[in-house]
């Protein structure tokens, strides 16, 4: 029986249009094979809607993506707009659609690819086989929390002032997201906090703990952030999913990243309690190779991935896209940025076309 859905596509900026139109190439061969029907709908955001509108979220725009099971984003900004007031460059739109969409779950997945595993700076044993996957908190804590801003005491001195708060609904909401996740991976979960100091990480620690007995077929354990951190450079490998806050959450995922050495190969999602999920490339909009066939569409199509995966519950189809990002990689087939000695150096459009090949002939073998 064929499953419907209804995806919105944000091309946005820059590499966006290029990079984009793979990943539905790729969602349209895996729609067929899995007997998945995608409608798909195109509309403005960053810095095209600021051009074509005025502003970087237009309403029908936010309307559309909410009525939509899934939202396919490629990447906003660029030069062109970086003199505009703060509230009117295209990266507010992205703020604006989290906030729209009641997004506070952002997955940031870090995986090593071993066909790119020298791009890594740490030792090969050291990174080999590492899949992490970090849960991080997006609409709360010490970004969020008030009181915040720069005050002036009564002796004349300047304060600035931040405020780390979270209720409980806001730890449970973000657990179940983090169990969830985990469930669908390796069964680990690590809540990362600071509650040997932080009574805000008191509260987390204590409703995240509360939490798990929902969740017996999840092993969860606890490590403070500066643990955390130090053994993600030593022993990544020991991580499956893990849990944090905003700020916490923020340090942690980019510091994962990292571990691949290649964040232009790395997808995202953030996700709410219902509606549609954003699913995203970490890269940026690269308007300097924009329209000129150089980019990288594999993050893109990884990012498709993501939302077959965690947004339509898609699995098997999720599964045959990283496979196949995985055959071209193995045939040696390169865009300019993960380009080394002896690799076959591909344009955008090539390495979608190379992408569909390999799609297609797993079916035929």
Same mark, same amino acid.
């Given at each position: 029986m064929t499953q419907n859905y209804r995806?919105?596509?944000? =091309? %946005? @900026?820059?590499?966006?249009?290029?990079?984009?139109?793979?990943?539905v190439d790729v969602l349209k061969i895996v729609g067929k094979q899995f007997d998945l029907q995608f409608e798909f709908q195109q509309a403005l955001m960053g810095g095209a809607a600021i051009d074509a509108t005025g502003? =970087?979220? =237009?309403? @029908?725009t936010l309307e559309m993506c909410r009525n939509s099971d899934a939202v396919l984003l490629a990447a906003v900004g660029g030069y062109k707009w970086d003199s505009l007031p703060s509230n009117l460059r295209p990266e507010a739109g992205l703020l %604006? $659609?989290?906030a729209g969409l009641g997004l506070f779950a952002n997955l940031r997945p870090a995986k090593i690819i071993p066909q790119l595993i020298d791009a890594s700076t740490l030792k090969k044993e050291v990174v080999e086989g590492v899949d992490i996957m970090v849960v991080r908190e997006l609409t709360g804590g010490i970004y969020f929390g008030?009181?915040?801003?720069?005050?002036?005491? #009564?002796? %004349?001195?300047?304060?600035?002032?931040?405020?780390?708060?979270?209720?409980?609904?806001?730890?449970?909401?973000?657990?179940?997201?983090?169990?969830?996740t985990a469930r669908k991976r390796g069964g680990k979960? *690590?809540?990362?906090?600071?509650?040997?100091?932080? #009574?805000?990480?008191?509260?987390?620690?204590?409703?995240?703990?509360? $939490?798990?007995?929902e969740y017996p077929d999840i092993e969860l354990?606890?490590?403070?952030?500066?643990?955390?951190?130090?053994?993600?450079?030593?022993?990544?490998?020991?991580?499956?999913?893990?849990?944090t806050g905003n700020l916490f959450g923020d340090i942690l995922s980019d510091a994962a990243a990292m571990l691949t050495g290649s964040i232009g190969m790395l997808p995202s999602a953030s996700l709410g309690d219902k509606g549609p999920g954003v699913f995203e490339p970490v890269h940026g909009s690269a308007p300097d190779i924009a329209g000129q066939d150089k980019a990288n569409p594999l993050a893109q199509v990884l990012s498709a991935a993501m939302m077959l995966r965690y947004g339509l519950n898609q699995s098997a189809a999720?599964?045959?896209?990283?496979?196949?990002?995985?055959?071209?990689?193995?045939?040696c087939?390169?865009? %300019?940025?993960?380009?080394?000695?002896?690799?076959?150096?591909?344009? *955008?459009?090539?390495?979608?076309?190379?992408?569909?090949q390999a799609l297609e002939l797993e079916v035929r073998d």
């Open positions: 995806i919105t596509l944000l =091309p %946005g @900026d820059g590499i966006g249009p290029e990079i984009i139109n793979v990943a502003v =970087p979220l =237009p309403d @029908d %604006g $659609l989290r008030k009181p915040k801003g720069i005050f002036e005491t #009564e002796t %004349g001195e300047k304060r600035g002032v931040n405020t780390m708060v979270y209720s409980e609904s806001e730890i449970e909401r973000i657990g179940r997201v983090a169990f969830e979960l *690590c809540s990362v906090d600071k509650s040997n100091v932080l #009574e805000v990480s008191q509260l987390w620690r204590d409703r995240i703990t509360s $939490l798990s007995q354990s606890h490590m403070y952030v500066d643990a955390a951190a130090m053994q993600l450079v030593r022993a990544p490998k020991q991580f499956d999913t893990i849990v999720a599964d045959k896209i990283e496979n196949a990002v995985l055959q071209v990689l193995e045939s087939d390169r865009t %300019g940025d993960i380009m080394s000695p002896g690799m076959n150096l591909l344009g *955008c459009h090539s390495m979608g076309k190379t992408l569909i």
